[in-house]
Protein backbone atom coordinates (compact mmCIF):
# COMPACT_ATOMS: atom_id res chain seq x y z
CA UNK A 1 0.00 0.00 0.00
CA UNK A 2 1.46 3.47 -0.42
CA UNK A 3 0.93 6.46 1.28
CA UNK A 4 -1.24 9.34 0.20
CA UNK A 5 0.30 13.05 -0.36
CA UNK A 6 -2.82 14.88 1.28
CA UNK A 7 -3.50 18.71 1.48
CA UNK A 8 -6.01 21.04 4.33
CA UNK A 9 -10.06 20.31 3.27
CA UNK A 10 -12.53 22.54 4.32
CA UNK A 11 -14.18 20.22 7.58
CA UNK A 12 -17.66 21.68 6.75
CA UNK A 13 -17.25 19.99 3.55
CA UNK A 14 -16.41 16.02 4.64
CA UNK A 15 -19.69 14.84 3.53
CA UNK A 16 -18.58 14.84 0.23
CA UNK A 17 -16.32 11.81 1.26
CA UNK A 18 -18.49 10.30 3.80
CA UNK A 19 -21.89 11.04 3.09
CA UNK A 20 -21.68 8.13 0.59
CA UNK A 21 -21.51 5.74 3.29
CA UNK A 22 -18.17 4.00 2.96
CA UNK A 23 -16.51 1.77 5.32
CA UNK A 24 -13.50 3.98 7.21
CA UNK A 25 -10.60 3.04 9.58
CA UNK A 26 -10.40 4.44 13.18
CA UNK A 27 -7.47 5.44 14.62
CA UNK A 28 -7.30 6.18 18.63
CA UNK A 29 -4.23 6.96 21.22
CA UNK A 30 -4.05 6.84 24.66
CA UNK A 31 -1.04 6.77 27.04
CA UNK A 32 1.15 5.28 24.64
CA UNK A 33 -1.13 2.60 23.00
CA UNK A 34 -2.56 3.25 19.76
CA UNK A 35 -5.34 0.93 17.65
CA UNK A 36 -7.34 0.83 15.17
CA UNK A 37 -10.42 -0.63 14.05
CA UNK A 38 -12.65 -0.90 10.66
CA UNK A 39 -16.45 0.85 11.18
CA UNK A 40 -19.47 1.22 8.92
CA UNK A 41 -22.05 2.74 10.63
CA UNK A 42 -21.75 6.48 10.77
CA UNK A 43 -23.50 9.52 9.68
CA UNK A 44 -23.05 13.48 9.01
CA UNK A 45 -25.16 15.36 11.58
CA UNK A 46 -23.80 18.84 10.80
CA UNK A 47 -22.32 21.33 8.38
CA UNK A 48 -20.85 23.95 11.24
CA UNK A 49 -19.20 22.73 13.69
CA UNK A 50 -18.45 19.93 11.24
CA UNK A 51 -20.27 16.49 13.32
CA UNK A 52 -20.24 13.16 12.37
CA UNK A 53 -21.64 10.37 14.49
CA UNK A 54 -20.64 7.16 14.84
CA UNK A 55 -21.69 3.67 16.60
CA UNK A 56 -18.01 2.43 18.06
CA UNK A 57 -19.28 -1.21 20.03
CA UNK A 58 -18.16 -1.16 23.70
CA UNK A 59 -16.42 -4.64 22.82
CA UNK A 60 -13.92 -2.39 20.77
CA UNK A 61 -10.48 -1.58 22.82
CA UNK A 62 -10.80 1.63 20.50
CA UNK A 63 -14.15 1.91 22.63
CA UNK A 64 -11.63 2.63 25.68
CA UNK A 65 -9.29 4.87 23.95
CA UNK A 66 -11.79 7.01 22.32
CA UNK A 67 -13.98 7.69 25.15
CA UNK A 68 -10.62 8.17 27.73
CA UNK A 69 -8.70 10.36 24.79
CA UNK A 70 -12.00 12.13 23.98
CA UNK A 71 -10.54 12.25 20.22
CA UNK A 72 -10.08 9.59 17.33
CA UNK A 73 -9.16 10.18 13.60
CA UNK A 74 -11.73 8.28 10.96
CA UNK A 75 -9.94 7.54 7.87
CA UNK A 76 -11.10 6.39 4.59
CA UNK A 77 -9.32 3.58 3.07
CA UNK A 78 -9.50 3.20 -0.86
CA UNK A 79 -11.35 -0.10 -2.65
CA UNK A 80 -7.53 -1.33 -2.98
CA UNK A 81 -6.82 -1.42 0.71
CA UNK A 82 -9.94 -3.78 1.16
CA UNK A 83 -8.15 -6.72 2.27
CA UNK A 84 -6.62 -4.96 5.21
CA UNK A 85 -9.63 -3.19 5.81
CA UNK A 86 -11.73 -6.98 6.59
CA UNK A 87 -8.27 -7.73 8.53
CA UNK A 88 -8.58 -5.63 10.75
CA UNK A 89 -12.21 -5.72 11.26
CA UNK A 90 -11.36 -9.32 12.09
CA UNK A 91 -9.36 -8.51 14.96
CA UNK A 92 -10.79 -7.53 18.61
CA UNK A 93 -9.27 -6.49 22.09
CA UNK A 94 -5.61 -5.52 22.39
CA UNK A 95 -2.44 -6.73 20.68
CA UNK A 96 1.17 -4.36 20.86
CA UNK A 97 0.93 -2.29 17.47
CA UNK A 98 -1.96 -2.99 15.59
CA UNK A 99 -0.24 -0.63 12.53
CA UNK A 100 2.41 -2.83 12.29
CA UNK A 101 0.99 -5.85 12.30
CA UNK A 102 -1.23 -4.47 9.20
CA UNK A 103 1.50 -2.66 7.39
CA UNK A 104 0.05 0.82 7.91
CA UNK A 105 2.50 4.22 8.75
CA UNK A 106 0.88 6.14 11.93
CA UNK A 107 1.60 9.91 11.21
CA UNK A 108 1.48 12.51 13.96
CA UNK A 109 -2.12 14.39 13.42
CA UNK A 110 -2.26 18.76 14.22
CA UNK A 111 -4.98 18.49 16.38
CA UNK A 112 -5.78 15.28 18.51
CA UNK A 113 -3.60 12.83 19.68
CA UNK A 114 -4.83 9.53 17.92
CA UNK A 115 -2.25 8.90 14.61
CA UNK A 116 -3.16 9.74 11.35
CA UNK A 117 -2.60 6.57 8.58
CA UNK A 118 -0.57 7.75 5.86
CA UNK A 119 -2.03 5.15 3.54
CA UNK A 120 -5.65 6.02 3.54
CA UNK A 121 -7.04 8.84 0.74
CA UNK A 122 -8.42 10.93 3.61
CA UNK A 123 -8.09 11.78 7.42
CA UNK A 124 -10.62 13.52 9.46
CA UNK A 125 -9.03 14.54 13.10
CA UNK A 126 -12.05 14.33 15.49
CA UNK A 127 -12.95 15.60 18.92
CA UNK A 128 -15.74 13.75 20.84
CA UNK A 129 -18.45 16.60 20.76
CA UNK A 130 -21.04 14.65 23.00
CA UNK A 131 -20.73 11.66 24.77
CA UNK A 132 -24.46 11.22 25.73
CA UNK A 133 -25.49 8.84 23.57
CA UNK A 134 -22.27 6.63 24.52
CA UNK A 135 -24.18 4.84 27.22
CA UNK A 136 -27.04 3.66 25.92
CA UNK A 137 -26.13 3.10 21.97
CA UNK A 138 -22.33 3.10 21.74
CA UNK A 139 -23.46 6.48 19.45
CA UNK A 140 -20.23 8.97 19.86
CA UNK A 141 -20.79 12.11 18.10
CA UNK A 142 -17.49 13.79 17.06
CA UNK A 143 -16.73 16.92 15.21
CA UNK A 144 -13.82 16.91 12.84
CA UNK A 145 -11.47 19.37 13.78
CA UNK A 146 -9.16 19.23 10.66
CA UNK A 147 -9.71 16.93 7.42
CA UNK A 148 -6.61 16.15 5.22
CA UNK A 149 -7.63 14.52 1.89
CA UNK A 150 -5.35 13.62 -1.35
CA UNK A 151 -5.03 15.84 -4.03
CA UNK A 152 -6.33 13.66 -6.51
CA UNK A 153 -7.92 11.52 -7.69
CA UNK A 154 -11.29 14.20 -6.61
CA UNK A 155 -13.48 11.33 -5.97
CA UNK A 156 -11.88 8.15 -4.38
CA UNK A 157 -12.71 4.45 -4.87
CA UNK A 158 -14.28 3.35 -1.73
CA UNK A 159 -15.99 0.50 -0.24
CA UNK A 160 -19.31 0.36 1.32
CA UNK A 161 -20.03 -3.03 3.70
CA UNK A 162 -24.09 -4.72 3.00
CA UNK A 163 -22.81 -7.26 5.85
CA UNK A 164 -22.49 -11.11 5.27
CA UNK A 165 -18.93 -10.65 3.51
CA UNK A 166 -20.60 -8.60 0.75
CA UNK A 167 -18.83 -5.01 -0.05
CA UNK A 168 -20.53 -2.54 -2.64
CA UNK A 169 -17.89 -0.80 -4.27
CA UNK A 170 -18.01 2.92 -5.31
CA UNK A 171 -19.54 3.12 -8.57
CA UNK A 172 -19.56 6.46 -11.10
CA UNK A 173 -19.74 9.88 -9.93
CA UNK A 174 -21.58 12.08 -11.87
CA UNK A 175 -23.50 15.58 -11.86
CA UNK A 176 -25.89 14.42 -14.79
CA UNK A 177 -29.05 15.35 -11.93
CA UNK A 178 -26.98 19.05 -10.91
CA UNK A 179 -29.16 21.04 -13.42
CA UNK A 180 -32.24 19.77 -11.13
CA UNK A 181 -31.07 21.74 -8.10
CA UNK A 182 -32.43 24.36 -6.84
CA UNK A 183 -29.17 26.56 -5.50
CA UNK A 184 -30.31 27.01 -1.71
CA UNK A 185 -30.49 23.03 -2.01
CA UNK A 186 -27.03 21.53 -3.39
CA UNK B 1 -41.58 5.11 -12.58
CA UNK B 2 -43.10 1.41 -12.18
CA UNK B 3 -44.15 -0.19 -8.91
CA UNK B 4 -41.85 -2.52 -7.64
CA UNK B 5 -43.30 -5.95 -5.94
CA UNK B 6 -41.67 -6.38 -2.42
CA UNK B 7 -41.70 -9.36 -0.40
CA UNK B 8 -41.37 -8.82 3.42
CA UNK B 9 -37.44 -8.79 4.63
CA UNK B 10 -35.69 -9.52 8.10
CA UNK B 11 -36.09 -6.35 10.24
CA UNK B 12 -32.41 -6.94 11.74
CA UNK B 13 -31.05 -7.15 8.12
CA UNK B 14 -31.75 -3.80 6.67
CA UNK B 15 -28.05 -2.68 7.19
CA UNK B 16 -27.33 -4.66 3.62
CA UNK B 17 -29.06 -1.78 2.00
CA UNK B 18 -29.04 1.00 4.65
CA UNK B 19 -25.23 0.79 5.38
CA UNK B 20 -23.68 1.41 2.02
CA UNK B 21 -25.30 5.13 2.81
CA UNK B 22 -27.81 5.76 0.06
CA UNK B 23 -30.12 8.67 -0.39
CA UNK B 24 -33.42 7.41 0.63
CA UNK B 25 -36.92 9.09 0.52
CA UNK B 26 -38.58 9.58 3.89
CA UNK B 27 -42.42 9.49 3.90
CA UNK B 28 -44.88 10.72 7.03
CA UNK B 29 -48.57 11.01 7.71
CA UNK B 30 -50.39 12.62 10.57
CA UNK B 31 -54.49 13.66 11.08
CA UNK B 32 -54.81 13.42 7.06
CA UNK B 33 -51.94 15.13 5.82
CA UNK B 34 -48.92 13.54 4.16
CA UNK B 35 -45.29 14.04 2.75
CA UNK B 36 -42.13 12.71 1.61
CA UNK B 37 -38.66 14.40 1.72
CA UNK B 38 -35.08 13.47 0.46
CA UNK B 39 -32.55 12.35 3.51
CA UNK B 40 -28.86 11.42 3.28
CA UNK B 41 -27.69 11.63 6.59
CA UNK B 42 -28.92 8.11 8.29
CA UNK B 43 -26.84 5.24 9.75
CA UNK B 44 -27.80 1.86 10.91
CA UNK B 45 -27.45 1.48 15.08
CA UNK B 46 -28.27 -1.75 16.03
CA UNK B 47 -29.27 -5.22 14.67
CA UNK B 48 -32.03 -6.23 17.70
CA UNK B 49 -33.76 -3.97 17.80
CA UNK B 50 -33.35 -2.97 14.28
CA UNK B 51 -32.38 0.64 14.67
CA UNK B 52 -31.64 3.47 12.60
CA UNK B 53 -30.46 7.04 13.23
CA UNK B 54 -31.81 10.07 11.28
CA UNK B 55 -31.12 13.89 10.89
CA UNK B 56 -34.22 15.42 9.39
CA UNK B 57 -34.16 19.22 9.43
CA UNK B 58 -36.93 21.11 11.58
CA UNK B 59 -36.87 23.38 8.13
CA UNK B 60 -38.52 20.17 6.94
CA UNK B 61 -42.35 19.81 7.67
CA UNK B 62 -41.95 16.35 7.68
CA UNK B 63 -40.03 16.72 11.06
CA UNK B 64 -43.43 18.08 12.50
CA UNK B 65 -45.52 15.25 10.87
CA UNK B 66 -42.78 12.60 12.27
CA UNK B 67 -42.58 13.79 15.47
CA UNK B 68 -46.05 14.39 16.78
CA UNK B 69 -46.80 10.78 14.53
CA UNK B 70 -43.63 8.89 16.13
CA UNK B 71 -43.44 7.03 12.78
CA UNK B 72 -42.18 7.38 9.22
CA UNK B 73 -41.14 4.98 6.70
CA UNK B 74 -37.55 5.02 4.89
CA UNK B 75 -38.07 4.25 1.45
CA UNK B 76 -34.97 3.05 -0.86
CA UNK B 77 -35.30 4.82 -4.34
CA UNK B 78 -33.21 3.26 -7.05
CA UNK B 79 -31.09 5.30 -9.60
CA UNK B 80 -33.66 5.54 -12.44
CA UNK B 81 -35.59 7.75 -9.80
CA UNK B 82 -32.67 10.20 -8.86
CA UNK B 83 -34.77 13.09 -10.82
CA UNK B 84 -37.72 12.56 -8.43
CA UNK B 85 -35.08 12.68 -5.55
CA UNK B 86 -33.84 15.82 -6.89
CA UNK B 87 -37.11 17.52 -7.23
CA UNK B 88 -38.33 15.97 -3.87
CA UNK B 89 -35.32 17.28 -1.99
CA UNK B 90 -35.57 20.65 -3.95
CA UNK B 91 -38.99 21.30 -2.33
CA UNK B 92 -39.80 22.21 1.47
CA UNK B 93 -42.61 23.02 3.45
CA UNK B 94 -46.62 22.34 2.96
CA UNK B 95 -48.01 21.49 -0.82
CA UNK B 96 -51.57 19.56 -1.65
CA UNK B 97 -49.65 16.30 -2.10
CA UNK B 98 -46.32 15.25 -2.37
CA UNK B 99 -47.09 11.99 -3.90
CA UNK B 100 -49.38 13.15 -6.90
CA UNK B 101 -46.89 16.19 -7.21
CA UNK B 102 -44.02 13.81 -8.06
CA UNK B 103 -46.19 10.81 -9.39
CA UNK B 104 -45.55 8.58 -6.78
CA UNK B 105 -47.84 5.56 -5.16
CA UNK B 106 -48.74 5.64 -1.64
CA UNK B 107 -49.67 2.22 -0.14
CA UNK B 108 -50.70 1.35 3.28
CA UNK B 109 -47.97 0.18 5.50
CA UNK B 110 -48.48 -2.59 7.97
CA UNK B 111 -47.75 -1.04 11.57
CA UNK B 112 -47.41 2.52 10.87
CA UNK B 113 -49.69 5.48 9.65
CA UNK B 114 -46.87 6.65 6.55
CA UNK B 115 -47.52 5.59 3.23
CA UNK B 116 -45.09 2.88 1.41
CA UNK B 117 -43.76 4.42 -1.79
CA UNK B 118 -44.63 2.10 -4.32
CA UNK B 119 -41.85 2.87 -7.14
CA UNK B 120 -38.96 1.92 -4.36
CA UNK B 121 -36.89 -1.06 -4.32
CA UNK B 122 -37.70 -0.83 -0.55
CA UNK B 123 -39.88 0.31 2.02
CA UNK B 124 -38.79 0.10 6.10
CA UNK B 125 -41.44 0.95 8.55
CA UNK B 126 -40.45 2.69 11.72
CA UNK B 127 -41.49 3.99 14.96
CA UNK B 128 -39.69 6.59 16.92
CA UNK B 129 -37.50 4.32 19.33
CA UNK B 130 -35.44 7.53 20.71
CA UNK B 131 -36.52 10.93 20.74
CA UNK B 132 -34.07 12.45 23.19
CA UNK B 133 -31.71 13.74 20.49
CA UNK B 134 -34.08 15.62 18.50
CA UNK B 135 -33.90 18.90 20.46
CA UNK B 136 -30.30 19.44 20.26
CA UNK B 137 -29.59 17.16 16.57
CA UNK B 138 -32.58 17.47 14.76
CA UNK B 139 -31.89 13.22 15.17
CA UNK B 140 -34.33 10.86 15.22
CA UNK B 141 -33.93 7.39 16.71
CA UNK B 142 -36.02 5.07 14.89
CA UNK B 143 -36.60 1.40 15.25
CA UNK B 144 -37.33 -0.55 11.86
CA UNK B 145 -40.65 -2.40 13.18
CA UNK B 146 -41.78 -3.75 9.26
CA UNK B 147 -39.04 -4.08 6.13
CA UNK B 148 -40.61 -4.86 2.66
CA UNK B 149 -38.12 -5.93 -0.17
CA UNK B 150 -38.17 -6.30 -3.85
CA UNK B 151 -37.55 -9.99 -4.86
CA UNK B 152 -35.24 -8.79 -7.48
CA UNK B 153 -32.57 -7.59 -8.63
CA UNK B 154 -30.71 -8.66 -4.73
CA UNK B 155 -28.70 -5.58 -4.37
CA UNK B 156 -30.31 -2.41 -6.24
CA UNK B 157 -28.06 0.43 -7.92
CA UNK B 158 -28.47 3.44 -5.62
CA UNK B 159 -27.72 6.99 -5.47
CA UNK B 160 -25.29 8.50 -2.69
CA UNK B 161 -24.82 11.99 -2.44
CA UNK B 162 -21.86 13.77 -1.85
CA UNK B 163 -23.30 17.17 -1.83
CA UNK B 164 -22.87 20.05 -4.34
CA UNK B 165 -25.26 18.46 -6.99
CA UNK B 166 -22.65 15.30 -7.60
CA UNK B 167 -24.17 12.31 -6.77
CA UNK B 168 -22.16 8.32 -6.50
CA UNK B 169 -23.56 5.68 -8.48
CA UNK B 170 -23.47 2.33 -6.34
CA UNK B 171 -21.46 -0.43 -8.00
CA UNK B 172 -20.20 -3.41 -8.12
CA UNK B 173 -21.25 -6.11 -5.26
CA UNK B 174 -18.56 -8.40 -4.52
CA UNK B 175 -17.86 -11.16 -2.09
CA UNK B 176 -14.83 -11.25 -3.05
CA UNK B 177 -13.46 -10.66 -0.01
CA UNK B 178 -15.48 -12.83 2.03
CA UNK B 179 -12.60 -15.61 2.69
CA UNK B 180 -10.75 -13.02 4.95
CA UNK B 181 -13.34 -12.73 7.39
CA UNK B 182 -13.98 -14.97 10.12
CA UNK B 183 -17.35 -16.02 10.73
CA UNK B 184 -17.95 -14.34 13.81
CA UNK B 185 -17.05 -11.18 12.06
CA UNK B 186 -19.09 -11.04 8.67
Do not use: Q
Request: one cysteine or more; aromatic letters at 10%.
Amino acid sequence: MRRTAKRDFPVSDVRRFLEPGPIVLVSSAWKGERIVMTMGWHTVMEFVPSLVGCVISSANHSFDLIRRSKACVINLPTADMAATVVKIGNTSGRSTDKFAEFGLTAEPADEVGAPLIAECYASFECRLHDARMIERYNFFVFEVVKAHVAATPKYPKTIHYRGDGTFMVSGENTTHWRRLFRPGML
